[in-house]
């Protein structure tokens, strides 16, 4: 059975938690190296960054789920999580060190501040019905490598189209929280996408 890891050191995971509960899946929180040797796909919740960042090198966690991203194990992030899984971040903190595996360069809290927080109706590919997102101090994308997949984009004032969730073969992100909402889809999505791949945690 799939064993799927909510790392719970910061933000919303209890709700990505509730999300994943009804989806036939174990759920667990990770919180240190040791449980995140029992699971074989991980969730990264919204929270904020820096902090994820910086408990998760106090735990020793950095490393492992650097060495989990390379080993193959299909992991989500949403929102702070997009964040740690980008390669390159614009306007972090000068210390703030990721986890990376999605050749991206996300800009943190892109949305400026007077739109702090919002919901749109957003396409994403394969979704037969628009995504009621909800996005806060969201980042966004500004730079995608070759080898990254688009799902969905958000079309600004300016005109601008921005990638919001991206997928990078067992990697998946997006700049909103899907677990804020009572729509699974995007979990659905993540725990198909887990079950094909084949890696198996000793
Ligand atoms: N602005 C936060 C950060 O930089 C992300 C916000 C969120 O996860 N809702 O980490």
Redesign the pocket.
């Known amino acids: 059975m799939l064993r799927v890891g909510v790392l719970a050191l910061q ?1 919303d995971f209890r709700e990505h938690i509730n999300s994943l509960s009804s989806l036939n899946v174990a759920v667990q929180k990770v919180r240190n190296p040791e449980e995140l040797k029992t699971v074989n796909a991980l969730v990264i919740p ?5 902090t994820i960042s910086m408990l998760a090198k106090r735990v020793g966690l950095l490393e492992p789920l650097r060495k989990f991203v390379k080993d193959g194990f299909a992991v989500y992030g949403s ?2 999580g997009m ?1 740690m899984l980008a390669d390159e971040i614009l306007d972090g903190r000068s210390d703030q060190e990721t986890i990376g595996g999605i050749d991206i360069t996300v800009r ?2 892109a949305f400026g501040r007077q739109v702090d927080s919002f919901e749109t109706d957003l396409a994403i590919k394969d979704f037969k019905e628009s995504f009621r997102a909800v996005f ?4 966004w994308v500004e730079r995608v490598g070759s080898s990254v997949e688009v799902l969905a984009t958000y079309k600004t004032e300016n005109n601008e189209d921005h990638p919001v969730m991206v997928r990078q073969g067992t990697l998946l992100a997006t700049a909103f ?1 899907p677990e804020l909402t009572n729509d699974n889809r995007v979990h659905e999505y993540f725990v198909q996408m887990a079950k094909s791949v084949s890696s198996v945690n000793s």
């Open positions: 933000g919204g929270g904020e960054s820096t929102c702070a964040i943190r809290n806060i101090r969201a980042p929280h």
